[in-house]
């Protein structure tokens, strides 16, 4: 079945770092991806999404292009800040199953 | 902010008790999701439902039953909950199948079995 695999962390880095969270995916068809992020005591919200191969996903200085030929879908931020704390999901929509596979998670720490 | 509201949003039961949790829309999406999220697991499926009284098993089914009678209530009940059923459950919702559509996530229940 379709799965999501990324770094699980912690990972822990200081303020106006550059950061980068891998995922990959294996899937069936052509799913879309998303990476969710969830502060504490949330719920998931979106972050950013990519559709089809080449997409680049963009959202509060956040990036991540779709790379169907690694099946790979890296979150990128140029400059963190400490308000980025939180954890980060990568995930994909299978249209097939109706359903939505989660990987497990990124907890990142940023220190002032 | 999507329309959604998961209750309750905590509960302490006993082993061997059956409880319920409740998702309300209030969005009119056609497809609802529960998920249970578990360190080092992140979020897996329980069940889902793609409309009234249609509903499916996901991942992780067993031990756990759903009902959906209204296009915005779904609900997930733990049969006779078990230690093994702590968790924090999250409800979420999606328009569509199309491919474009993301899910939009419910506050979460943080469930405790003792």
């Known amino acids: 079945g379709d799965s999501v695999t990324q770094m699980e962390g912690p990972v822990t880095l200081s303020e106006e770092a550059f950061l980068t969270i891998n995922c990959t995916y294996t899937?069936?068809?052509?799913?879309?991806l998303f990476w969710y992020v969830q502060y504490p005591g949330e719920g998931l919200q979106l972050l950013l999404k990519?559709?089809?191969?080449?997409d680049k996903g963009s959202n509060k200085g956040f990036e991540a292009t779709y790379r169907k030929e690694t099946t790979s879908f890296h979150l990128e931020k140029g400059s963190v800040q400490v308000s980025d704390s939180a954890v980060y999901f990568c995930?994909?929509?299978?249209?097939?199953?109706?359903?939505?596979?989660f990987g497990p998670g990124t907890r990142l720490s940023v220190l002032p | 902010d999507a329309g959604i509201t998961q209750s309750p949003r905590h509960k302490v039961t006993e082993t061997g008790t059956p409880v319920t949790l409740r998702c309300h829309q209030t969005?009119?999406?056609?497809?609802m999701y529960w998920y249970r999220q578990d360190p080092g697991h992140g979020l897996r499926l329980i069940h889902y439902?793609?409309?009234?009284?249609?509903?499916d098993k996901g991942e992780v089914s067993d031990g756990y039953s759903v009902s959906r009678s209204k296009t915005e209530d779904f609900l997930l009940t733990l049969e006779s909950a078990t230690s093994s059923q702590t968790s924090v459950y999250f409800c979420?919702?999606?328009?569509?199948?199309?491919?474009?559509?993301?899910?939009?996530f419910g506050q979460g229940t943080r469930l405790t079995v003792v």
């Open positions: 979420a919702i999606s328009e569509s199948l199309d491919t474009y559509t993301e899910a939009f």
């Open positions: 899937a069936t068809g052509y799913p879309s």
């Open positions: 990519a559709t089809k191969a080449d």
């Open positions: 995930a994909l929509g299978d249209n097939y199953g109706q359903n939505f596979v």
């Open positions: 969005e009119n999406h056609r497809y």
């Open positions: 439902s793609y409309g009234v009284k249609d509903t």
